[in-house]
């Protein structure tokens, strides 16, 4: 089984005080069509609690850390908005170069956000202060195809990056991505990475070395795979 795999994976390295660096969305909890219902419940917090005693552990997602701060409390590490801010437990937060103009950019996308209500009734937007999310829920293929070529000039006007992934597209910070922050932090040191969607392959392929698990059965770089997040967690708590 691939979890037994993994397993013995991580038994050969344990000795050597890995780190872990988990997405949130779809790797520890399902997936929401609503984003702001994604809430950590009490055996996944329990769960969390009882790896950062053991281990220096990493929350690496999208979300701005206000936001999953919401949802997992105040005392985990957390890698947000892919990799432009850093929160150590206990240390002060890390912003990544020319944050402020990015998020000055990010404001004025938002601000039409009644327009985008408008030509695409169903459509949710998410200002994140570094990014801006649209989700895609609600929209017909039609519709998301002719927001797509709106948001691809809006990229190509503010040099910010375009991300789509699972239902969504995101106006993100270039030059920023999980897997060279992670490889950062890790400063060589062994690791366990897990996450199951297209922004968690930049830290499966930075991060070669690394204990890589894909969630969902989609392709990756990633060295092992397991079904979902509940599977998942079936494994952290073998660790």
């Known amino acids: 089984m691939t979890a037994e ?3 013995n994976e991580f038994e050969k390295i344990k000795s050597l005080k890995p780190l872990l660096f988990l997405d949130y969305d779809g790797t520890l909890v399902p997936i929401n069509h609503d984003p702001d219902s994604s809430w ?5 917090k329990r769960l969390l609690s009882y790896l950062r005693m053991r281990y220096d552990l990493f929350i690496v997602t999208g979300r701005s850390l206000e936001d999953i701060r919401r949802f997992i409390g105040p005392d985990l590490n957390v890698v947000a908005l892919h990799g432009a801010v850093i929160s150590e437990s206990g240390g002060d937060v890390r912003f990544a170069e020319n944050i402020e103009r990015y998020s000055e950019i990010c404001n004025k996308v938002y601000s039409r956000k009644d327009e985008f209500l408008a030509k695409y009734p169903g459509i949710r ?3 994140k202060n570094g990014g801006v999310v649209f989700s895609l829920w609600e ?6 195809d002719r927001l797509g070529i709106e948001i691809e000039s809006i990229s190509a006007e503010t040099s910010m990056n375009l991300y789509t992934g699972k ?4 106006l993100r910070i270039p030059g920023i991505n999980k897997g060279d922050t992670i490889r950062s932090l890790r400063n060589g040191r062994p690791a366990l990475i897990a996450g199951d969607d297209v922004t968690d392959e ?3 392929i930075a991060n070669q070395d690394a204990l890589s698990v894909k969630i969902g059965d989609e ?14 967690r079936s494994l952290l708590r073998c660790l």
């Open 5 to 7: 795999q993994i397993l």
């Open 167 to 170: 239902k969504i597209m995101e």
């Open 139 to 144: 929209l017909e293929d039609s519709q998301i």
């Open 202 to 204: 930049d830290a499966f």
């Open 125 to 127: 937007m998410f200002n």
């Open 219 to 232: 392709e990756t770089h990633a060295r092992f795979r397991v079904k979902d997040y509940l599977e998942f």
């Open 40 to 44: 950590a419940d009490n055996s996944l």
